[in-house]
Nanobody, 115 residues
Framework: QVQLVESGGGLVQPGGSLRLSCAAS????????MGWYRQAPGKQRELVAL???????NYVDSVKGRFTISRDNAKNTVYLQMNTLKPEDTAVYYC?????????WGQGTQVTVSS
């Protein structure tokens, strides 16, 4: 059974930081590209950051220079370090694991940026 369990969300003031974690089980972690999506109220879900099996990263323009995605294959975990957070970053953040034939989703973790 595949499980992706996110943690680290919460309430933070504008300009603050959070680190999201996603622990994977039931998959051969190193064979999967890992990603973070987010969905704000009334908006479509968007891909925020992606890290490939070879640790190549890509980001949506709105988070470049503020967010960093990383992976620890020994711990089967992917991280999203979020700095200089803005109110528009408020959303539910979802972890994904993708291969050529599979796409798995976590349950999501809420991030709220507000003063």
């Amino acid at each position: 059974q595949v499980q992706l369990v996110e943690s680290g969300g919460g309430l933070v003031q504008p300009g603050g930081s959070l680190r999201l974690s996603c622990a994977a089980s039931g998959i051969s972690f190193g064979n999967y590209a890992m990603g973070w999506y987010r969905q704000a109220p009334g908006k479509q879900r968007e891909l925020v950051a992606l890290i490939t099996q070879a640790a190549i990263t890509n980001y949506v323009d709105s988070v470049k220079g503020r967010f960093t995605i990383s992976r620890d294959n020994a711990k089967n975990t992917v991280y999203l370090q979020m700095n200089t957070l803005k109110p528009e970053d408020t959303a539910v953040y979802y972890c994904t694991a993708a291969s050529f034939k599979d796409l798995f989703w976590g349950q999501g973790t809420q991030v709220t940026v507000s003063s």
